[in-house]
């Protein structure tokens, strides 16, 4: 991640919450990060939707490309948009694909269509409003059919506190195939107190739990995004050095009693006790 660069002349629009959306040129790799107060939350090439910048982004896009055969459709529902780097990669590995993306700011989505604007013909609907109460409003022909849920949602730099419970990750879940996957990315700092009690939330909703992450975060060394992969189904084995080949490296993916281990302890997150991700410092985005 980076700290957004101050370009007074970037296209912007000032949110709900008082804080500011930029789409500025990315220093890193080409095209385009969108910044929200100094927070990077996108990055996009618009040339290549298939380039995934950030790390975590990245392993989600390495659990994607496991999901089904390589190449065929997907249903997906995206809560939390940004500028749709995860849509977009969908849409370009698996053209035909139907989506479904949750954006709570109206102006961010019209910056992003704007200046970032969406592959022509790509089926990719969004849909303003919270992410939770979204979901009790979604098509009922979703529920039981996607293959793809992808939790993502930040105000800021943080992860609201009701996007966090196992009430939350259980409407969540109701949408899912047999077999259809759940990501949630999931930032945290030294201890991992934050994630671990994330990991235990999932587990009490869908049983078999993949985490993945850069070594030094998954050991509580170093702020960073870990990433949950969870279904009703057994992740196959095979997908673990596939995904650890994948990287970024140093890559981790941690399964089975290795994910029993880090959450054990930890109390599942409920909507009475729920609290936000935690706010990193603004070091972490320095690069």
Same mark, same amino acid.
């Given at each position: 991640m980076a700290r957004g660069r101050s370009d007074e002349t970037a296209p912007s629009a000032r949110l709900s919450d008082g804080t500011l959306a930029r789409v500025v040129p @990315? &220093?890193?790799g080409g095209g385009f990060?969108?910044?929200v107060d100094g927070t990077p939350q996108s990055h996009v090439d618009l040339d290549d939707p298939t380039h995934l910048h950030f790390e975590y982004v990245a392993r989600m896009g390495a659990v994607i490309d496991r999901l089904r055969m390589p190449g065929q459709p997907l249903t997906a529902i995206h809560l939390g948009a940004g500028a749709l780097t995860v849509p977009r990669y969908?849409?370009?590995t698996r053209p035909g694909s139907r989506q479904q993306v949750v954006e709570l700011e109206? &102006?961010?989505w019209d910056l992003v269509r704007e200046h970032l604007p969406l592959p022509r013909g790509a089926s990719i609907r969004v849909r303003i409003g919270d992410a939770r109460e979204v979901l009790g409003r979604l098509p009922a022909g979703l529920v039981g059919a996607a293959d793809l849920v992808v939790s993502d949602v930040y105000s800021g730099a943080q992860t609201p506190a009701h996007l966090t419970t196992v009430e939350f990750f259980t409407a969540a879940a109701r949408f899912l195939a047999p077999d259809g996957v759940l990501l949630v990315n999931v930032a945290d700092g030294a201890g991992l107190a934050f994630a671990r009690r994330q990991v235990a939330t999932v587990q009490a909703v869908l049983e078999h739990v993949i985490v993945l992450a850069e070594v030094q975060t998954l050991k509580g060394r170093r702020f960073g995004n870990l990433v949950i992969a969870a279904s009703r189904s057994p992740l196959p084995t095979e997908w673990l050095p596939r995904l650890l080949a994948a990287g970024p490296h140093p890559a981790k993916v941690a399964e089975g009693r290795e994910v029993d281990d880090f959450a054990r302890g930890a109390r599942v997150a409920t909507d009475a006790d729920a609290t936000p991700s935690p706010r990193?410092? &603004? @070091?972490?985005?320095d690069r």
């Open positions: @990315s &220093a890193f990060e969108l910044d969908v849409e370009a109206p &102006a961010l990193p410092a &603004a @070091s972490v985005f």
